[in-house]
């Protein structure tokens, strides 16, 4: 049966958004011949969608920025959950990656000297957003697409053919990771457009999927976040990190209906939006946590100074981190003081003129205008809480991005845990992209290398049992399994109302109990998901196969949401709303249960995932130096800070 | 909120083959095309083929043609409609359909890389690019650029002429020579390459008649005839029709 | 609705065997034709006015007001016109009305507009009629060859151009005088003269070819701080190009035919001072 398609790649990548594509730069640079796979076109990966910019300490805006200030800021928004030997590469390799895409083309907005200009964002001490208005994530995408590009010419002027080292397989999806005993012996494939399966074998995979958020109705996120390089891993034996922390961001579009959940960018913010609830308060005032008092404004008029005079004025509290801005949002709602469609109130249209708002936000103006007859120079937007992003992910090295147990196996990006803690911070994604994916790409090409003579065999026995798994939905209706044959748009409504229900901004035991039990029944409905038609370019067997992924991913956020008794970051229990210093240094762990990668035999009650604690590595003492002993005692358990 | 039955006509097919078939479907308050189209997947057509990824009009994923005029399904709303219309939705017509509203765009991937990439600046480090926001301001208003391909179809020299294509890259890459031509950065000339004479020799300039339905159906609203087109045709005009200038390259180049 | 089940033969254009099959040149429902009619109204209008204006070679001037259409005059056959703009160039070979002479230019000008170019691509030529309204035409190679390949030349035009409506600046002036060349007066003609002009430079200066030299040729406008202020003017003059060509020619007829009117006796221009 297995006669399909197989080709020979050094490093396949797969996902072609900001990671993916940076792996892919990175690993044919490095002479590795690179594949890159991506469920949609060429260029239009989710990392489009990114509004407000790159954090990196450039220091353009205000000299005082440093790699520091940076890292002090990633661990503050992560509420020291953070891997924070990934926040410390992060906050010290942004500037080179942000300045590389100049040589490659990118055209960033400028300051008055001529440099790339940097605006405010949530949670950073310094204006520190590399940004072109409001849609630095396609110049970003574009940037690294053109790169690829400019690659597969050099590449044709030697060969001849343009995709000799570096090819990209666009509309294509990976459902397995092949392994050849404990190592990544390849991917097995199918082609969306004909439905071919093929497989492309190499010695090292990076997974850049992105994230989870199309579990969930109300969300940012496009039809491809479905957790597929989450569920891969998982499959393949790697552990999730920390799944919980599910970031809400706290403006998405709440009317009309159809747009629910499309961002609102942090920029508007950023510029001076303000947020203000039904009596027409700025609400955030009262809610700044203790740990960011000194940090925050008192009063309005310091708020407003802080504009103008940043270095002897505090921040507004808008610009608090997206959980802080986002569970507050959802209190006001919750109180009776929210907006006619359920949201509260985000107005620019008092904060600047109507010119400068067109020219700052021009894509927010037009979203608006456009989608819901609103014109933003002249009245508020209603904005509320939209699922955002993943910080947990899989479990990985945070100098290799190596993911853990698998040989061969590297993730980078949204899909990748650790970097982020409990909590992103704004603008810190893009540049969280470009520095792990570079160091994916770079440490799988090396890994590929050293394997050059002896590649890991596919095993047909993978490839034959991958291909019945994805064609499973085409004899469901035939083998008439202990029920009727399932609607998969049905089912994925389901999931999404049950994790936006259960699983959502705000957690309690009793609902998250609940969800996986629900999860269990549609996990068992989804083994009759049906398909019509034929495998030709079909949307409906395409969502069934993604829902086993989004099943998985879901468990991992509810069963670690159930296990984690306290609240941080993007996880909020309302039955333990504190932080607790002792879950501070506590990661949890999502396996599958079976080690072998199988799904079927799997008791439904008892779910397919396995969780396991782990104590986190202490902070290394000179990172812990950057901070405040006054700080720290907040965060970290009196043990830790006399170690 | 209300909501009401439109009525629609949506092709499915392929390449061997295919056409119009009618749907009635639910419409409510604020739904914009795409809506509709994931609704008629959802309850009665499950394998309608559609591309679509944002849904918020950032991505440019969801190109088809909706009543004949070339649009982005997700940035459509419903209420530019009459409700008693019946509105038809199709594939882009410039490019080789592959099933339902899923056409082959590879074109549009194939001119891409016919455009030699920007040449960065011998000698200028990375974090040394200084550039004035002026400078950059037109090849930014490009690089809005979501690669809808709608220009692209759009554009009779291809849509109307199969024939064209092999010669023509279409307005959104002649747009992107544009770009790189106006980079302030970009060091294309001093490596001999004349980003001005090859869009006319190699990108086929010559075949647009700056008829400006390119403009028209941006969606992100990029003067790409009156900003970039017109703009490079000028500069080609410099190149190779200015008497003067052409002059002064023969006196130059013989006295090196 | 004319769709079609079959594949089509390979025909070219949107009925190309690989394109989904759909018969119909378009389905728009809207009234697509609306506009290239009234641009081919418009255009044709205006081509048999001046046509018989250009050739009839009479009733062009009524002292102080000369037509734009014989300005400047270049040959014998002239009108003279009181200090006005005749410049015996051509002597007394050229038999015919002298309009023809000096209309080459502003016509060409026209000819090769960016603007117009579209304008009676669509209108004349339907190429394309409208948006994603298949053409008729088998074959297409635009301006890549000769004769369209001429259009490269509007630069030429719009230097003459400028120079055109430097004369008729002139008249204009002229225009501040009464029938009997006393400066200092004005009536309903220098009014219309008046708005003529300032059309005439608007949609003159406003010209694609205009834009790229004052500025759009350059590569750093932060070097060029001058040049890069008047590139953003013509800029947002060169946006309503399309405003101006067809303001600026109705003016032009308008002005031409108040000539007319006066000078074949109709009516007297009504003197304010």
């Given at each position: 049966m297995s006669v399909v398609d197989r080709q020979e790649w050094d490093v396949v990548v797969v996902g072609a958004g900001g990671a993916g594509l940076r792996a892919a730069i990175e690993a044919r640079e490095r002479g590795a011949r690179t594949a890159v796979i991506c469920k949609s076109l060429f260029g239009k990966a989710h990392t489009v969608m990114a509004e407000g910019g790159i954090a990196a300490a450039m220091a353009n805006a205000n000299e005082h920025d440093n790699w520091q200030v940076h890292f002090r800021d990633t661990m503050r928004g992560g509420k020291f959950l953070n891997q924070w030997r990934m926040a410390e590469l992060h906050a010290q390799e942004a500037p080179d990656r942000v300045w590389e895409l100049e040589t490659w083309g990118a055209l960033f907005d400028r300051t008055k000297d001529g440099r790339i200009s940097q605006r405010n964002f949530g949670g950073h001490e310094y204006p520190r957003l590399a940004h072109v208005g409001d849609r630095t994530g396609l110049e970003l995408i574009r940037t690294l697409q053109q790169k690829i590009v400019a690659l597969q010419q050099e590449d044709f002027k030697e060969t001849g053919d343009y995709e000799s080292r570096l090819k990209v397989f666009q509309e294509c999806t990976v459902t397995r990771v092949l392994k050849d005993g404990p190592q990544v012996s390849g991917v097995f494939a199918y082609e969306r457009e004909s439905g071919r399966f093929f497989v492309l074998e190499a010695p090292a995979v990076v997974v850049a999927t992105g994230g989870i958020g199309k579990s969930f109705k109300v969300t940012s996120n496009s039809w491809e976040y479905t957790g597929d390089g989450h569920a891969l891993a998982l499959l393949a034996g790697a552990p999730l990190l920390n799944m919980e922390f599910v970031q809400f961001h706290p403006t998405g579009m709440v009317w009309p209906p159809s747009v629910k959940g499309i961002l609102v960018t942090e920029s508007v913010r950023g510029d001076g939006g303000v947020l203000r609830n039904s009596d027409g308060k700025r609400f955030m005032f009262d809610y700044i946590p203790d740990v960011f008092k000194e940090k925050y404004a008192e009063s309005e008029d310091e708020g407003d100074r802080w504009y103008e005079d940043p270095d002897n004025n505090r921040r507004p509290p808008e610009l608090l981190p997206r959980d802080e801005v986002a569970r507050a949002i959802n209190a006001e709602v919750k109180a009776g003081r929210g907006s006619p469609h359920g949201g509260v109130f985000l107005d620019v249209s008092t904060r600047m003129p109507a010119e400068v708002i067109r020219r700052r936000l021009p894509s927010m103006y037009h979203q608006f205008k456009e989608l819901a007859d609103v014109d933003i120079t002249a009245e508020a937007m209603e904005v509320g809480p939209t699922c955002h992003y993943v910080m947990g992910g899989i479990a990985v090295d945070s100098d290799t991005a190596a993911a853990r147990g698998v040989p061969g196996l590297y993730a980078a990006g949204e899909v990748a845990g650790g970097m982020h803690g409990s909590n992103r911070l704004g603008g810190n994604s893009l540049s969280d992209l470009l520095v792990f994916g570079r160091r994916a790409g770079w440490h799988a090409a090396e890994y590929a290398q050293g394997l050059a003579h002896r590649r890991p065999p596919v095993d047909d026995a993978q490839v034959d049992t991958a291909a019945a798994e994805a064609l499973r939905p085409f004899s469901a209706e035939a083998e008439?399994?202990?029920?009727?044959?399932?609607?998969?748009?049905?089912?994925?409504?389901?999931?999404?109302?049950?994790?936006?229900?259960?699983?959502?901004?705000?957690?309690?035991?009793?609902?998250?109990e609940q969800a996986l039990h629900r999860l269990a029944e549609l996990r068992e409905r989804a083994r009759r998901a049906g398909v019509e038609g034929h495998r030709q370019f079909n949307p409906g067997w395409h969502l069934a196969l993604d829902l086993r992924n989004m099943l998985l991913v879901s468990e991992c956020v509810a069963r670690a949401a159930l296990e984690r008794t306290e609240s941080r970051g993007g996880h909020t229990r309302e039955d333990h709303p504190t932080m607790d210093r002792a879950w501070r240094n506590v990661n949890l762990l999502c396996t599958l249960a079976d080690p072998t990668g199988g799904l079927a035999a799997t008791d439904p009650a008892r779910g397919q995932i396995r969780l396991a604690r782990e104590t986190t590595d202490p902070i290394r003492p000179d990172l812990l130096a950057l901070f405040e002993k006054e700080e720290l005692v907040k965060y970290l358990a009196e043990e830790e800070l006399y170690e | 909120m209300s909501s009401y039955e439109a009525r629609f006509k949506v092709w499915r097919g392929d390449g061997q083959g295919g056409g119009l078939k009618d749907f009635t479907v639910e419409v409510n308050d604020g739904e914009v095309v795409l809506d509709i189209v994931h609704r008629i997947q959802a309850t009665q057509a499950p394998d309608l083929a559609v591309r679509w990824n944002c849904k918020a009009g950032k991505c440019g994923s969801c190109s088809a043609e909706i009543n004949g005029r070339p649009r982005l399904l997700c940035m459509t709303r419903m209420s530019v409609f009459d409700r008693t219309e019946t509105i038809t939705i199709t594939p882009l017509r410039a490019f080789p359909v592959v099933r339902d509203l899923v056409t082959n765009v590879g074109f549009n991937y194939q001119?891409?890389?016919?455009?030699?990439?920007?040449?960065?600046?011998?000698?200028?480090?990375?974090?040394?690019?200084?550039?004035?926001?002026?400078?950059?301001?037109?090849?930014?208003?490009?690089?809005?650029?979501?690669?809808?391909?709608?220009?692209?179809?759009?554009?009779?020299?291809?849509?109307?002429?199969?024939?064209?294509?092999?010669?023509?890259?279409?307005?959104?890459?002649?747009?992107?020579?544009?770009?790189?031509?106006?980079?302030?950065?970009?060091?294309?000339?001093?490596?001999?390459?004349?980003?001005?004479?090859?869009?006319?020799?190699?990108?086929?300039?010559?075949?647009?008649?700056?008829?400006?339905?390119?403009?028209?159906?941006?969606?992100?609203?990029?003067?790409?005839?009156?900003?970039?087109?017109?703009?490079?045709?000028?500069?080609?005009?410099?190149?190779?029709?200015?008497?003067?200038?052409?002059?002064?390259?023969k006196i130059r180049r013989r006295t090196p | 609705m004319a769709t079609g089940t079959e594949p089509q033969q390979n025909s070219g254009g949107v009925r190309t065997r690989t394109r989904a099959a759909i018969t119909a040149p378009h389905l728009r429902t809207d009234r697509w034709w609306l506009a290239p009619a009234v641009t081919a109204a418009g255009l044709l209008a205006?081509?048999?006015?001046?046509?018989?204006?250009?050739?009839?070679?009479?009733?062009?001037?009524?002292?102080?007001?000369?037509?734009?259409?014989?300005?400047?005059?270049?040959?014998?056959?002239?009108?003279?016109?009181?200090?006005?703009?005749?410049?015996?160039?051509?002597?007394?070979?050229?038999?015919?009305?002298?309009?023809?002479?000096?209309?080459?230019?502003?016509?060409?000008?026209?000819?090769?507009?960016?603007?117009?170019?579209?304008?009676?691509?669509?209108?004349?030529?339907?190429?394309?009629?409208?948006?994603?309204v298949a053409e008729p035409h088998r074959k297409y190679t635009g301006e890549t060859r000769f004769p369209l390949i001429l259009?490269?030349?509007?630069?030429?035009?719009?230097?003459?151009?400028?120079?055109?409506?430097?004369?008729?600046?002139?008249?204009?002036?002229?225009?501040?005088?009464?029938?009997?060349?006393?400066?200092?007066?004005?009536?309903?003609?220098?009014?219309?003269?008046?708005?003529?002009?300032?059309?005439?430079?608007?949609?003159?200066?406003?010209?694609?070819?205009?834009?790229?030299?004052?500025?759009?040729?350059?590569?750093?406008?932060?070097?060029?701080?001058?040049?890069?202020?008047?590139?953003?003017?013509?800029?947002?003059?060169?946006?309503?190009?399309?405003?101006?060509?067809?303001?600026?020619?109705?003016?032009?007829?308008?002005?031409?035919?108040?000539?007319?009117?006066?000078?074949?006796?109709v009516f007297d221009d009504p003197r304010f001072f």
């Open positions: 008439g399994e202990a029920g009727p044959p399932e609607n998969a748009y049905t089912l994925h409504q389901e999931l999404q109302q049950t994790m936006n229900d259960l699983v959502g901004i705000i957690r309690r035991e009793g609902e998250m | 001119k891409a890389r016919e455009v030699p990439a920007f040449v960065p600046p011998a000698g200028v480090g990375p974090g040394e690019y200084r550039m004035m926001q002026e400078d950059v301001d037109r090849s930014q208003e490009f690089r809005k650029c979501i690669e809808c391909f709608l220009c692209q179809d759009t554009c009779h020299v291809v849509r109307d002429h199969e024939e064209n294509k092999p010669a023509f890259a279409g307005p959104r890459f002649l747009m992107r020579v544009a770009e790189l031509d106006m980079h302030p950065l970009d060091a294309a000339a001093e490596t001999g390459l004349d980003r001005k004479r090859t869009a006319q020799d190699e990108h086929g300039l010559g075949y647009c008649n700056i008829t400006k339905c390119c403009t028209e159906v941006c969606p992100e609203g990029i003067k790409i005839t009156d900003n970039a087109l017109i703009p490079l045709k000028e500069r080609a005009v410099d190149r190779k029709y200015d008497p003067l200038v052409w002059l002064g390259s | 205006f081509v048999v006015y001046s046509t018989w204006r250009a050739f009839a070679n009479t009733h062009y001037y009524a002292a102080p007001y000369v037509s734009p259409f014989y300005s400047p005059c270049l040959a014998e056959n002239c009108r003279t016109m009181g200090a006005g703009p005749n410049a015996d160039l051509f002597g007394a070979w050229w038999a015919i009305s002298p309009a023809i002479i000096i209309l080459i230019f502003p016509l060409g000008f026209r000819l090769t507009c960016y603007y117009y170019r579209k304008a009676y691509y669509r209108a004349f030529w339907a190429s394309p009629p409208a948006c994603a259009q490269n030349l509007h630069r030429y035009f719009f230097y003459a151009a400028l120079l055109v409506a430097a004369v008729l600046t002139y008249d204009t002036v002229l225009a501040f005088r009464d029938p009997h060349y006393r400066w200092g007066h004005m009536g309903l003609g220098t009014l219309v003269f008046l708005a003529n002009i300032v059309l005439i430079w608007a949609y003159t200066l406003s010209c694609h070819s205009c834009r790229h030299i004052v500025g759009g040729k350059l590569k750093h406008f932060s070097k060029h701080p001058v040049r890069y202020r008047t590139w953003q003017f013509i800029g947002k003059l060169n946006a309503r190009h399309m405003q101006l060509a067809w303001a600026s020619l109705l003016s032009v007829a308008l002005a031409d035919f108040y000539v007319y009117l006066v000078a074949s006796g």
